[in-house]
């Protein structure tokens, strides 16, 4: 994320990064949030929670 963000010029929105992942330990999760993604969560897909980490994106985006 953090090489994702730098290719962007500063005046321009930041992207909302989801990571997901098969490692659900808490460690993992700390270094994802560490390396700055905005969202993480673990395998398998489930498409509720995708729509609850879109919601979150959404209500960020609509409150700045």
Known sequence: SEKIRNLLDDDRPQPYIIVQTAFGS??????CF???VN??????LDLGKIKKALDKF???SVSV
């Open 26 to 31: 808490e460690e993992t999760k700390q270094q």
């Open 34 to 36: 560490e390396a700055g």
């Open 39 to 44: 969202d993480y969560m673990e395998k398998p």
């Open 58 to 60: 959404y209500d960020e």
